[in-house]
């Protein structure tokens, strides 16, 4: 049995980005319950040498941009990277999931296969890996820590959200329990 590329890319950014979208919309009645401003979760973090709220929800955003782009063979959209709202979060990840679904399936034809190079000028080194090292290894770890670290930030700062949400797109595969009759 073959499974694609897509399905394990394209399929599985766009129903957690969903997810991710709708435990912001938790932190904003949360904040409003509490009569706060909710644009103050934006520069929330776990701890002081972690990223920010915004900055992990942009993280996972470039990830699934970078990643469908990569395996199809395509340059990224570019992002300012300038979100200062949940509403400005939230249409960041509407954004890209209008890009990663607007990527044919046919564009990642041998998508596996495809040569991967990742430079890290700085340290003057570089990955390479064929495309489904990189999916596997590299762009789908990065892409989960960045969306679950956003809802563990908004869980540590009081949003009543549990797994549920994180994994609303599971939803879908629920069917009442089979008895013999």
Known sequence: MKTSIYT????????????????LDKGVEHARAKKSDPDALVN???APDMY???Q??????????????RLAGQNPPQFENNEKTLDDLKARIAKTIEYVNSVRESAFEDAENRKITIPIPENNIEFEMNGLQFLRDW????F?????TAYDILRHNG???G?????????????????PS
């Open 8 to 23: 394990f890319a394209a399929e599985t950014f766009v129903p957690m980005l969903r997810s991710l979208s709708g435990v």
């Open 44 to 46: 929330a973090r776990l």
């Open 52 to 54: 920010t709220l915004a």
């Open 56 to 69: 992990q929800v942009q993280l996972a955003c470039n990830q699934a941009n970078d990643a469908t782009a």
């Open 139 to 142: 762009a789908l770890p990065h």
């Open 144 to 148: 989960y820590f960045h969306v679950v």
């Open 159 to 161: 949003v009543a959200i």
């Open 163 to 179: 797994k549920s949400d994180y994994m609303s797109g599971v939803g879908k595969y629920i069917r009442p329990l089979s008895r």
